[in-house]
């Protein structure tokens, strides 16, 4: 195995026109938080705004890890209370039909080590989705899809329902001969898929201490294997999703392996590039610590009240050692920042970081 590629400040390439890019982002994001906020009455997220289920969970660090991944939040084992958020990437709220890609969050609490800048509390955040390659491979491409998502926010529902049946069949179609189109699935043409059965990837790069790495979270316990794949029946159910997560969790055990994929050739694992796979034969994921949530209500009016209203999920919440990089990293940080600033405002509702314990 060909030892991992150490991180260093220029491995990040920046652009020069990054900041009109986080700023033209912020204005689109404005038009989906100033629609839907009017039409709900209530601020919701720019970007996977509709939550599946809030979980409560363990984290727990391993202890035998080697010194290349003993590093940042698993340099020494730990068991840590965690947070985590199914969702739905539009950021209108929308029914079921119309499937578009998973989201993971996960907070892990009680976190300790320096602080990325303007990162509160002492939590470290992962946010995933079931799918290794982003659909843009910078942030100024992504903005075009953007703008358009935001055009088309609450408009068309019974359209978008329509569009969505289509795509589906041609995923499907694609996938039969070994084809995966990440763009055709953030459109609309996603597998309507069990959340808790999906395999989550980090999708750009961070920091892992003295090295390069994504991270990745697969289920580990054969109640969460057994839906992998599987699909819900969503016509006539808008909230079909939602309801197979809550019941499935009232009775299963849901134990994840939290992997991290350490970079071993900037060549065949860029950073500046979301778009290319990291093959797993080239850099393996690796095991490093696991997730487990008991048996619960995953949407109890309490904890969906706590986590769903009052926190916000961010790549740039979390260690020093684990900084985001990456363009697309980069420009995350203000239009997170921008839209928890909007929920917290329109919904008079504070948000912050939850206490250790």
Avoid at 130 to 142: D, E, L, R, Y
Avoid at 163 to 170: A, P
Avoid at 329 to 350: I, L, Q, V
Wanted: hydrophobic share 40%; with cysteine.
């Amino acid at each position: 195995m060909i030892a991992p590629v150490r991180y260093s400040p220029d491995v990040e390439i920046l652009q020069s026109d990054e900041q009109q890019t986080i700023t033209e982002i912020n204005e689109a994001f404005d038009v989906i938080l100033q629609t839907t906020a009017m039409d709900y009455g209530h601020a919701v997220r720019s970007v996977h705004a509709k939550a599946h289920g809030i979980l409560e969970a363990t984290f727990t660090v391993r202890g035998d890890l080697p010194p290349e991944l003993a590093q940042g939040l698993f340099a020494k084992p730990g068991v840590y209370d965690a947070y985590m958020r199914l969702s739905t990437n539009a950021g209108d709220i929308l029914p079921d039909a119309i499937s578009l890609p998973r989201g993971l969050a996960l907070k892990v609490v009680g976190v300790s080590g320096e602080r990325l800048p303007d990162a509160a509390g002492a939590t470290q955040d992962f946010v995933m989705v079931n799918g290794p390659v982003f659909q843009a491979k910078t942030a100024k491409k992504f903005l075009g899809s953007l703008k358009m998502l935001a055009k088309t926010t609450d408009r068309l529902e019974g359209t978008k329902k329509v569009v969505s049946t289509v795509l589906q069949g041609v995923n499907k179609a694609l996938e039969s001969v070994g084809i995966s189109n990440s763009t055709i699935q953030s459109m609309g043409g996603a597998p309507n898929v069990h959340p808790l059965g999906e395999t989550y990837y980090s999708v750009t790069p961070f920091r892992y201490g003295d090295y390069i790495a994504k991270f990745g979270l697969r289920p580990l316990s054969p109640d969460l294997i057994d839906l992998e794949g599987r699909e819900i029946e969503t016509k006539g159910i808008p909230d079909a999703i939602r309801d197979s997560v809550q019941a499935d969790m009232r009775h299963l055990t849901a134990e994840w392996e939290f992997c991290v994929q350490l970079c071993r050739d900037l060549e065949k694992q860029p950073v500046e590039d979301p778009t290319v796979e990291w093959k797993e034969e080239e850099a393996p994921f690796i095991a490093v610590a696991t997730l487990r949530a008991p048996i619960q209500n995953t949407w109890e009016e309490a904890r969906v009240l706590q986590v769903d209203e009052q926190m916000r999920f961010s790549v740039w919440t979390g260690l020093e050692a684990h900084r985001p990089l990456g363009n697309i990293n980069r420009a995350r940080k203000a239009p997170y920042e921008h839209s928890a600033a909007f929920r917290e405002g329109f919904n008079r509702c504070p948000i912050h970081e939850p206490s250790d314990g």
